[in-house]
């Protein structure tokens, strides 16, 4: 089957699986600050907020009105995904139905209300799963078990207070403060300042993954798996401004070999659709519910036998439950 014909088929299974989404209507003023945004990005490098730097030169705009509708948002993002950073030749651009997916997912985070946190204040992140250990026992042969990953974190949102984790009942306080804030470790305040361009927001993404895990690093994750390990931490362990968010899911859009999974179960149970990515025997599985498109969680499925486990085992699974922002660490959401 030839790409134009396999991505019609992706098109017309991502109309079955991605039921049309009713979103609020955003705000009149909300509406005009975007359109007076989005001209002045026609014809200058990638947009940007706060003090980060824009890595790489921008995409072309050659579709750029058509973002303001669903079904120009996806042709959009389709166009866009064919430029950019320089990925393997033999890995695909992401699926269509892939990118439709991301583009409903960052159009309902969009529509959704600023979360209220104060610069002494906290974000709150709650989540619940799982992973898989490995351990040798005394036949010298290993034996798998599976850890707990539930956890309440409070994050400091302008980064100058300590990190507050909660396991089994047991607070432990991080060392030190995330200060600034980074992708590795990230604050509301570093998360607000990301480039809202989704290629300028890649290619920063990018840049880190490259230093870490490209040519000469020694690692096997490879930059674009790297990127969207990076995208999916940043979506399912902080919270962040809704249009940070949908940046980051039009970033991901524009990740070769992403595709779609027509249905999924997170850490607490709950059915979805997922964007995936495959990478050395495992499937990276992100998992949102289907009728508001929000993420539920991630997991990790192998694709092959292996010491963790048999093809198809989930190896780890981890549901995002509440995210939100409190005046104080310790404090939860209702």
Not at 12 to 32: G, I, T
Not at 82 to 97: C, H, K
Not at 150 to 171: A, C, F, I, P
């Amino acid at each position: 089957m030839n790409r134009e014909r396999q991505e019609r088929v992706e098109i017309e299974e991502a109309s079955e699986v991605l039921p049309a989404v009713s979103f609020p209507e955003l705000d009149p003023e909300r509406v005009r600050v975007r359109r007076h945004h989005l001209l002045n990005e026609i014809g200058r490098p990638s947009g940007r907020r706060g003090v980060t730097a824009v890595l790489r030169p921008g995409r072309p705009m050659a579709v750029a009105w058509a973002t303001f509708t669903a079904a120009g948002a996806t042709a959009a993002a389709l166009t866009f995904g064919l430029s950019g950073a320089q990925s393997r030749p033999d890995v695909p651009p992401a699926s269509a139905a892939s990118v439709r997916l991301l583009e409903k997912a960052a159009l309902a985070a969009d529509a959704r209300p600023l979360p209220k946190a104060p610069p002494q204040g906290y974000t709150y992140v709650r989540t619940i799963g799982h992973s898989t250990a490995l351990s040798e026992n005394q036949d010298g042969r290993m034996d798998r078990e599976r850890t707990s990953q539930n956890l309440e974190q409070w994050t400091s949102v302008d980064g100058s207070g300590r990190t507050l984790e909660r396991k089994g009942g047991e607070d432990t306080l991080i060392p030190e403060s995330p200060g600034k804030g980074s992708l590795n470790a990230p604050t509301f305040e570093f998360l607000a300042g990301l480039p809202t361009d989704s290629r300028a927001l890649l290619d920063m993404i990018r840049e880190d993954a490259e230093r870490n895990h490209g040519s000469g690093s020694g690692s096997t994750t490879g930059p674009d798996q790297q990127a969207f390990v990076t995208i999916g931490d940043l979506l399912r362990g902080s919270a962040a401004p809704p249009d940070t968010v949908a940046a980051l899911y039009r970033a991901a859009a524009l990740i070769p070999g992403v595709f779609t999974v027509p249905e999924a179960v997170d850490a607490a149970g709950r059915t979805g659709v997922a964007v995936a990515r495959n990478h050395d025997g495992e499937r990276t599985e992100w998992i949102f519910d289907r009728s508001t498109m929000r993420l539920l969680g991630e997991r990790t499925v192998l694709l092959e036998d292996n010491a963790w486990g048999e093809a198809g085992d989930t190896v780890t699974s981890i549901a995002v439950m509440k995210t939100g922002a409190v005046d104080k660490a310790g404090h939860t959401l209702q």
